[in-house]
């Protein structure tokens, strides 16, 4: 009985689900929730030591169908490296949460949605089957879509209405690529999928027709990350939501549409066969491996040359993760151009993931807690935060300086990790645009640095009244951006383990098809 392969999602929905029926109760609700996220790191960490580093898949069947035919929940070391990025997010944020948002807010629908939103992420990481990644992305964006409105205003209501939109269309693309997949292929679970795909003269399909419908599914997974030409809505949604909205939005929701394009395109779509194709590359991965370069090129120097010019501290972080999730896709783009560096590619994807996560986490939250603190995030209201609160100054340096990528930090590791991926897939165009970006990240942070944080104290800043709680939290992703990097030798062994599962097809179909899982 693989029950730990539930455990987190099961977690996660009682824990909104009692949050919701204790909202009248304030104290006990907020209880509840932090307990609820302190489960969930916990269940996390329980899947982590059963599926790492033994490698293998291990799987739960819901009811008594076994797959291909009933719902299956596969955790491996990949979804388990992201549940871990979700966990160690999604934890401070909460905590944070509880002190940020207003009580009214709290007790009406916050901690709820905020679960909500949780339980759509775990279960898109979990899922083996292609339709319920699409119930799951639902779960994840219809919690998210009030979140992002929760403060009600002008700004928040332009931001929520173009986020819907572009997510709704997007939904509707999803659902039909999935109906063509399965008309295509005949199933809709992955592992199944996968196996068809590799023997698709056995089972009558036709590759060409699947390549079209991949590709719908690769706009919709690139409009989650957040990637350009799909990036509109970031820095308007980003800047509306709360800080730990924008936390979890940035550092574990984009990421959704990340593993999305690693399981499905390395684990389920590259075992189509190279006949029946006559695309760029002479493979599904050639083919998308060229889309993902362009958008990882487009990403990193439009979000890097935006978040430069931007005098708001929220959206040069929303234009800083439009630049950021560029990086990722030029890993991934290497991996699938150069089929032989696959997995090193994926380990820099994934090691970036982490990197970003942390970073990214803890700036939006420092940017919470600049603003309850002085009552503004314009940089040219602010300056000599260094001097006022040099614990919140220095909680920036180390994550600007993460998303730098400075030693001994983690993010020089994910930064380091993308250039050899790329230098060893022979990838010139990637290279040089991730030095570009790479210089843009230092021209951005230095600037928020320069205008925020050095000088004399404004006005504004000299009223500095943080919340302490708040600032804990901020400390401890930053302790989180140090840890990783001192410590990241196991961190590197989990990411190539991810890595290796993205691209063990023969494991996953073995696991899913053959052995199963315990039986609900």
Request: aromatic content about 10%; overall charge neutral.
């Amino acid at each position: 009985m693989n029950q730990f392969v539930i455990a987190p999602l099961l977690v996660a929905l009682c824990t909104a689900i009692v949050t919701l029926l204790t909202r009248r109760f304030g104290r006990v609700q907020r209880a509840l929730s932090v307990l609820g996220a302190v489960g969930y790191v916990a269940a996390v960490a329980w899947l982590i030591t059963a599926v790492y580093p033994a490698g293998d898949p291990a799987v739960y069947h819901l009811g008594d169908w076994v797959a291909p035919y009933g719902i299956v929940l596969v955790a491996d070391s990949l979804s388990a490296f992201m549940l871990a990025i979700s966990a160690v997010v999604t934890l401070p944020a909460l905590v944070y949460a509880t002190r940020h948002v207003s009580a009214f807010g709290q007790k009406v629908s916050f901690h709820p949605l905020f679960h909500l939103m949780v339980v759509g992420v775990t279960g898109s990481f979990l899922t083996g089957d292609i339709f319920n990644l699409f119930v799951w992305f639902e779960v994840m964006l219809l919690s998210s879509y009030v979140l992002v409105v929760f403060y009600s205003g002008p700004e928040q209501t332009t931001a929520t209405l173009r986020y819907v939109v572009l997510n709704l269309v997007g939904s509707a693309v999803m659902l039909l690529a999935i109906g063509g997949l399965y008309a295509a292929t005949g199933t809709l679970n992955m592992a199944d999928m996968a196996h068809r795909l590799a023997n698709a003269q056995q089972y009558g399909v036709h590759v060409t027709p699947v390549l079209g419908l991949t590709a719908l599914l690769f706009a919709v997974f690139m409009v989650k990350a957040g990637a350009v030409p799909f990036h509109w809505w970031v820095p308007d949604a980003y800047a509306a939501a709360p800080a730990p909205v924008s936390a979890v939005l940035a550092g574990v929701v984009k990421k959704v549409g990340v593993y999305a394009v690693i399981r499905l395109y390395f684990t389920v779509f590259a075992a189509a066969p190279l006949t029946d194709l006559a695309v760029p590359g002479d493979t599904v991965l050639g083919f998308f491996g060229i889309v993902l370069l362009a958008m990882a090129v487009l990403s990193m120097l439009f979000g890097g040359l935006a978040a430069v010019g931007q005098r708001d501290l929220n959206r040069l972080l929303a234009y800083s993760s439009i630049g950021q999730v560029g990086f990722i896709l030029v890993a991934l783009a290497a991996a699938a151009l150069r089929p032989e560096f696959a997995a090193v590619g994926i380990t820099a994807a994934l090691v970036y993931s982490l990197t970003h996560g942390l970073a990214k986490g803890l700036l939006f939250l420092l940017a919470g807690v600049v603003e309850d603190a002085t009552g503004t995030i314009r940089l040219d209201e602010l300056g000599g935060l260094a001097r006022t609160s040099p614990v919140v100054a220095g909680a920036f340096l180390l994550g600007g300086l993460g998303l730098v990528g400075i030693p001994p930090l983690v993010g020089f590791f994910g930064k380091f990790l993308v250039f050899d991926a790329l230098a060893r897939a022979d990838v010139v165009v990637g290279l040089a645009a991730a030095l570009v970006g790479a210089i843009l990240t230092v021209a951005y942070v230095s600037s928020a640095w320069n205008r925020g944080f050095w000088g004399e104290p404004s006005a504004a800043v000299e009223g500095w009244d943080a919340d302490s709680v708040q600032v804990a939290c901020v400390v401890v992703l930053a302790l989180g951006v140090v840890a990783a990097g001192v410590g990241f030798n196991p961190i590197l062994e989990f990411a190539r383990a991810g890595a290796d599962a993205a691209i063990d097809r023969s494991a996953y179909i073995a696991a899913v098809l053959e052995r199963g899982g315990g039986a609900a």
